[in-house]
């Protein structure tokens, strides 16, 4: 029989974690969750639309880094389990403002870590089933050449500020297992796309661009490569790992599926064109294709090998990237009075600040 848990699921209102929030309201509607999130400009009621506060679930609004708080959450529910999501988590934010990254990623981790420490030590709720598990990145492991693959024996060589803090959390966690034999697992999964991705990230960029008609900016020469996983495959994974992994390990979580940015970009294009036909212009979407100043320190290429996952827990990629990508454009076609409440007056900042332009 499933365990029934008492659930803190942190960063809930953001990409991955509303999407693993509707999970695990359909899978485990016995399950009762605690949403803390901080609703940065990354977080998102909407995203959680249709999901009723109730017995099953309830919101927190709190800074993972606020110690009181967060103790004062442990002190009042009986929480057995976290999956902690929330995090700061774009590459070009971390560049131009590092700070936060360090803040959030590494001493809200740290605080996570110390609630959970203290209150399952005193409760003797530190039990069998009790769980910690930390959702990481492949960007811990650095940036690869032509060959190879990340396994979760790859040693960690962060290179950006948003990866070196995601790989200084991945060992604290690490850490309170050896040393406190806290029951965690982490999870390093490749880049997600779907429903409710924040329109700063490639793939709902290049959406939301060439629906205004503008131009899409590539960075570099376009061939970096990302290996792309539909977000409900990485959902469906965390509640494996979460449920039957094997606590002290961390699990490399990958679509199989590499992909130049450049064929991800004119792919989108490519849709679109299907859709709605060609735009007034008669021309195909393609040629807003405009390659920009590369990022520094842009990582040339991320790939996972999901030996471990696949053979531990018979996870597997269920979404292959041409059909995701069609549901993800579909969803944001249908879906477009949420881009326009999130494309609000700090992201036309944001946007003005990377590209120039309005
Ligand atoms: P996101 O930026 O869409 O959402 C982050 C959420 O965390 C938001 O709801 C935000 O309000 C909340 N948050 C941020 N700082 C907080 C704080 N101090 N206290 C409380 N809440 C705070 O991120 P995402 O893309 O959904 O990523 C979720 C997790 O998955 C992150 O840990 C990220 O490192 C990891 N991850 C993401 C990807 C990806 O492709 N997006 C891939 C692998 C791993
Ligand atoms: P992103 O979605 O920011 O994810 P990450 O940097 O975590 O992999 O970017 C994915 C790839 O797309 C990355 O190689 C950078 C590139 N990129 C562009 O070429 N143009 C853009 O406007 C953005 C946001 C990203």
Not at 195 to 223: T, W
Not at 337 to 355: F, L, N, Q
Request: aromatic share 10%; glycine share 10%.
């Amino acid at each position: 029989m499933q365990k029934t848990r008492t659930v803190l699921v942190t960063g809930g209102c953001g990409f991955i974690g509303a999407n693993f929030v509707r999970l695990l309201r359909a899978k485990r509607p016995e399950w009762r969750l605690i949403n803390l999130d901080k609703l940065t400009y990354a977080g998102n009621l909407n995203n959680l639309a249709g999901i009723d506060e109730g017995p099953g679930y309830r919101f927190v609004r709190a800074d993972i880094g606020d110690a009181a708080a967060v103790e004062a959450l442990f002190a009042a529910e009986p929480i057995d389990t976290v999956v902690h999501f929330a995090a700061e988590s774009h590459v070009d934010r971390s560049i131009t403002g590092p700070a936060a990254f360090i803040a959030t990623n590494i001493g809200g981790t740290f605080t996570l870590l110390e609630a959970a420490r203290k209150s399952w030590s005193g409760a003797g709720r530190q039990g069998a089933d009790s769980r910690f598990l930390h959702i990481s990145t492949d960007e811990v492991y650095g940036s690869l050449g032509e060959e190879g693959y990340f396994s979760e024996t790859t040693a960690y060589d962060p290179r950006s500020p948003y990866s070196a803090s995601k790989a200084a959390s991945d060992h604290l966690v690490n850490a309170y297992f050896h040393t406190y034999g806290l029951p965690t697992l982490i999870t390093n999964c490749s880049n997600n796309y779907g429903p409710y991705q924040f329109p700063e990230k490639l793939i709902p960029l290049i959406i939301h661009n060439a629906l205004q008609g503008r131009s899409l900016p590539v960075y570099g020469d376009g061939r970096n490569i990302r290996d792309w996983l539909y977000v409900g495959d990485h959902c469906e994974a965390v509640l494996e790992v979460l449920e039957r992994g094997v606590p002290g390990r961390s699990y490399n979580i990958g679509g199989n599926n590499e992909m130049m940015n450049i064929e991800v970009v004119t792919q989108v294009c490519d849709i679109l064109d299907r859709r709605l036909g060609l735009p007034a212009t008669g021309m195909t979407r393609r040629t807003l294709i405009t390659f920009v100043k590369d990022r520094l320190g842009h990582d040339r290429r991320y790939a996972i090998d999901a030996t471990r996952i696949r053979e531990e827990l018979g996870w597997q990629p269920q979404v292959d990237f041409e059909q995701g990508l069609e549901m993800t454009v579909d969803w944001y076609l249908a879906n477009q009075d949420w881009v326009a409440a999130v494309v609000d007056g700090s992201y036309k900042e944001y946007y003005r600040t990377m590209y120039g332009g309005n």
